[in-house]
């Protein structure tokens, strides 16, 4: 299983990104694919999640602001991040369930200066 990110860098806050991460699994095989990220010295976080019927979960601090999507003839999931603050700096590591099994990606950078 492979899953790719791209689309992190710095951004000023108040600005926006969009995050894709593209999986090997045919999406419609995964039970949940998503985005977690982890800021230096914190725990790894839940971002926002889409599950197989297209029901998504949001982390609190990012509800309102984030929205994931995903693109099932791509076997693509983005995350489209608005009104981005620097609290918002992190790894963003997409990571999905299929088949009983949890895979992770390398992870993205996202810089939120102020």
């Known amino acids: 299983v492979q899953l790719v990110e791209s689309g992190g860098g710095l951004v000023q806050a108040g600005g926006s990104l969009r995050l894709s991460c593209v999986s090997s699994?045919?999406?419609?095989?995964?039970?949940?694919i998503g985005w977690y990220r982890q800021a230096p010295g914190k725990q790894r976080e839940l971002v926002a999640v889409?599950?197989?019927?297209?029901?998504?979960d949001y982390g609190d601090s990012v509800k309102g602001r984030f929205t994931i999507s995903r693109d099932s003839g791509r076997n693509t999931v983005y995350l489209r991040m608005n009104s981005l603050k620097p609290e918002d700096t992190a790894v963003y590591f997409c990571?999905?369930?299929?088949?009983?099994?949890?895979?992770w990606g390398q992870g993205t950078q996202v810089t939120v200066s102020s």
């Open positions: 990571t999905q369930v299929a088949g009983g099994v949890a895979s």
């Open positions: 699994t045919s999406i419609l095989s995964i039970v949940a």
């Open positions: 889409i599950g197989n019927g297209g029901e998504t």
